[in-house]
């Protein structure tokens, strides 16, 4: 893991923890990180010719937040950038590199090619369950507005029925 910047130190030390670092310190604790970074390990490229890989333990832990918070791999990426307690979690720092969308989908393709995946999740539910802790599967929805022209100029000179306006604050958008 990357040595922390003046602000991830920063972070770190002030008063109230959220719900997300709560829940990621606590997943730092239960999960026996090295027994599965060693499954993975045999099929993990190594450094050598070309770009150096990032850390498997770093790859790992993003892989486990993007399933646990069911997010996209460039959403994924975006909330390494936005979300402190995620970067931290991955061992992260603004000060480095952080993985991309297609390095993000590349190692999850690794674990599907070697068959990982289910197993190991598998085998986190099945310490978690052991600590007491069980899993439900929710969804975040995204609630973007994402704006549109009001005209009805178009061949039968209606409104797209699938587009209904709303309003946020005071002012009215149609989409």
Not at 9 to 38: H, Y
């Amino acid at each position: 893991m990357n040595q922390l910047s003046f602000a991830d130190t920063e972070f770190t030390s002030k008063r109230r923890k959220t719900r997300k670092e709560l829940f990621l310190g606590r997943m730092n604790e239960l999960i026996p990180w090295l027994q599965l970074e060693a499954q993975i390990e045999p099929f993990y490229p190594k450094a050598g010719n070309g770009r150096r890989p990032y850390p498997l333990a770093t790859m790992l832990r993003i892989h486990f937040m993007q399933n646990w918070y069911n997010m996209s791999d460039p959403a994924m990426e975006d909330a390494l950038y936005e979300i402190t307690s995620m970067r931290l979690f991955a061992g992260l720092s603004l000060e480095g590199a952080i993985p991309d969308h297609t390095t993000i989908m590349n190692f999850r393709h690794l674990l599907e090619k070697h068959k990982l995946g289910r197993k190991l999740f598998k085998e986190v539910n099945k310490w978690l369950s052991d600590s007491g802790t069980y899993f439900k599967e929710g969804t975040i929805v995204d609630a973007t507005i994402i704006e549109a022209a009001s005209s009805t100029k178009n061949k039968s000179n209606a409104r797209d029925p699938e587009m209904h306006q709303t309003q946020k604050g005071k002012q009215w958008f149609f989409g």
